[in-house]
């Protein structure tokens, strides 16, 4: 290429709490507009904010769940701008001492556009911790803001430009959300705006180690959106570089609709925000031993997950990678496998029958009936040949239903698998009589038909013929 794109990315990752960041008010998605609020959230004059504890030990179990230094001193600052999404004129937010300093996430796989995505660490600067401002509705000529969210813990995780193209921004915005998720940290729905993203995009001719100038696409809520703009700006800017214009530092939206960024405003700079430390916060300090508590309860990433899925359970990479796509998934399959003498068996059950209708009754795993050891026992049935896979899907939904163990179902409908050689020779002689047009044709050389006496033996035997079985006597009577 004769330029090389450099990018940024700066994430911004709604906390889970009970409460707001500085206030008692419910930290809660889908109220009524401006109906979670109060004095401080609201910016009225004398208030006084009182810092969230669970979203501060957050913010410390995101940067070790990312590599980064924790700061054992650090302190809340004021952010000043003006917009009508912030009350008071001013964010509480965090400037030069963050909490998290110097992370790393790495990427590689497959990229978003199913191209090889080669390995590479991507350098995560900063983590901090601020108040989300509220949310602006427009509607038509007029614009609406709800203060419900202002005030709630956000995160912002900051990454060096180490990106060089939307698929290495993709993967690095999925394992950024794959981490919050796994730590506890956020659900990271974006369709609720619990994650959103802002990228620094610039250009530079090829070789050339100067960055060229940064443009910043603002507020971007869907990787693919994400995926979509970086493809289009990196055009774009290349374009004008092409004319020999010059670019300008800038902030930019993404129109998803129309595929095309538009200007918002010329880009700030840090001391256009007039940052200098909170007077009403104290700072917050942190032990090796309080930090190294926190550390002691990290769970397991999902990298580290598909690992030793791959390792212990014998998967491929494919369903290491559908089995850890959910934290709630990753255990629930983690419970199952180890219950059963067939992981695999049971990874191929969950991808194929159970997310299926999990999907289509639009239930959580969660709130499934079917329990780990209910499926896995389903499965070591089909191993130990007491049902074949047909009865085993004829059993399925009724375990999904209701909640039943599968051995009780085999039992009561009287599904258990006839491996007896002489019922099943009786069996097939039925076939082979039935069927002597086809039986010839077997006979002449014509090796496909088999599969239909397979067929008619099943049928006779209301599915419950070992199919190993089956095949074996047809061509021990045919032949």
């Known amino acids: 290429m004769k330029y090389e794109a450099v990018i940024g990315i700066e994430i911004h990752v709604q906390v889970r709490t009970e409460s707001k960041m500085f206030c008692s008010c419910a930290n809660r998605y889908g109220a009524e507009p401006n109906t979670l609020t109060c004095p401080v959230c609201l910016g009225y004059p004398g208030t006084l904010p009182v810092p969230n504890r669970e979203a501060i030990l957050k913010a410390v179990r995101a940067g070790l769940l990312t590599g980064c230094e924790i700061a054992k001193f650090s302190k809340f600052d004021r952010k000043s701008y003006f917009y009508p999404d912030l009350v008071k004129n001013y964010q509480i937010s965090q400037f030069d001492l963050p909490f998290c300093k110097g992370g790393k996430l790495r990427i590689g796989g497959t990229g978003f556009s199913g191209e090889p995505l080669p390995e590479k660490v991507i350098g995560i600067t900063r983590i901090h911790l601020e108040e989300d401002p509220a949310k602006l509705n427009h509607m038509g000529s007029a614009s609406g803001a709800d203060y419900n969210r202002s005030g709630v813990p956000l995160l912002e995780v900051v990454s060096e430009p180490d990106m060089r193209s939307a698929d290495e921004a993709y993967a690095y915005l999925a394992g950024i959300k794959e981490i919050m998720q796994y ?166 059950w969950i991808g194929s029958e159970l997310l299926r209708m999990l999907g289509e009754a639009k239930c959580p795993i969660d709130e499934c009936r079917v329990t780990p050891e209910n499926l896995a026992e389903l499965v070591d049935l089909i191993e130990q040949k007491t049902i074949n896979g047909k009865i085993a899907k004829e059993v399925f939904p009724e375990m999904f239903e209701t909640g039943r163990k599968a051995s ?72």
């Open 183 to 348: 730590g506890g940290i956020s659900d990271c729905d974006m369709e609720k705006g619990q994650m959103r993203c802002d990228v620094n995009i610039s250009l530079r001719p090829a070789g050339q180690k100067e960055f060229g100038t940064k443009i910043e696409l603002k507020n971007m809520n869907s990787f693919r959106a994400a995926h979509r703009a970086i493809e289009y700006e990196i055009w774009r800017q290349a374009e004008l570089l092409d004319r020999g214009e010059t670019l300008r530092q800038e902030t930019r939206g993404w129109n998803d609709d129309s595929g095309e960024s538009y200007l918002m405003r010329t880009k700030e700079q840090a001391h256009d925000y007039r940052y200098f430390p909170d007077p009403d916060l104290m700072p917050v300090t942190f032990t090796d031993a309080e930090i190294e508590a926190i550390r002691a309860e990290l769970p397991e990433l999902p990298a580290a997950m598909r690992e030793r899925f791959l390792r212990d359970y014998g998967l491929t990479e494919y369903d290491a990678g559908i089995m850890t796509q959910d934290r709630a998934l990753a255990a629930w399959f983690d419970r199952a496998a180890k219950a059963s003498k067939s992981p695999k068996l049971v990874a191929n």
């Open 408 to 479: 009780e179902i085999v039992k009561e409908k009287g599904l258990v698998q006839v491996s007896d050689s002489g019922a099943i020779a009786e069996v097939v002689a039925q076939a082979v009589a039935a069927n002597p047009a086809q039986v010839e044709q077997y006979r002449s050389g014509n090796a496909k038909v088999l599969q239909f006496l397979v067929g008619q033996v099943m049928k006779l035997s209301k599915g419950k013929a070992n199919p190993q079985l089956v095949v074996a006597e047809l061509k021990k009577q045919l032949d």
